[in-house]
């Protein structure tokens, strides 16, 4: 559901960017053609929030917070473990190695560093929180802050 002001916003906004192209030819005044752009795309903004609240009435504001699923309805959860289940032969060996993990703060994945450059395994990332399961079995140990490496006593078992 569109509304009728939303449509007039959207075309008063396309006509703004299409001034910003003149202002930038030297055909009108940039500052002005900057100003009412940015405060036409904010209205654009407000409009659709209202839109998306109108639609939804019961979960207002909850639109971002909300896990995505994936087309096959499986929570990122899963999603992120098999990731981790397909890296972690790559990880071990990497670490076997004499390479070392580092969590990203900011993504919350732990990843590889410390292999020659061309190495394939260089950067492969597992989850932090999969990093911090494998400290607490021993299998890795904090050598640094958020910075691991393989326990020298831990020794893994062949399958057979």
């Excluded at 003149?22 to 900057?34: E, K, Q, S, W, Y």
């Excluded at 405060?39 to 209202?50: F, G, S």
């Excluded at 917070?65 to 473990?81: L, V």
Aim: aromatic share 4%.
């Amino acid at each position: 559901m569109i509304t009728a002001r939303l449509n007039r916003l959207i075309k008063a906004y396309r006509i703004a960017k299409a001034l910003i192209g003149d202002a930038n030819r030297g055909l009108a005044i940039p500052g002005t053609v900057f100003r009412w752009c940015h405060k036409v795309r904010q209205a654009v903004w407000a409009e659709i929030e209202l839109v998306v609240n109108h639609l939804n009435p019961t979960n207002k504001n909850t639109v971002e917070t909300q896990p995505m699923a994936t087309e096959t309805g499986e929570s990122p959860a899963s999603t992120s473990k098999r990731a981790d289940d397909r890296a972690m032969k790559d990880i071990i060996s990497a670490l076997q190695d004499g390479a070392h993990l580092r969590i990203h703060t900011t993504v919350r994945r732990a990843a590889i560093e410390g292999l020659p450059y061309k190495d394939a395994r260089n950067g492969r990332t597992i989850s932090a929180s999969r990093c911090k399961r494998l400290a607490r079995e021993g299998v890795i140990t904090e050598v640094a802050m958020d910075r691991y490496a393989m326990n020298p006593d831990f020794e893994l078992k062949a399958a057979q």
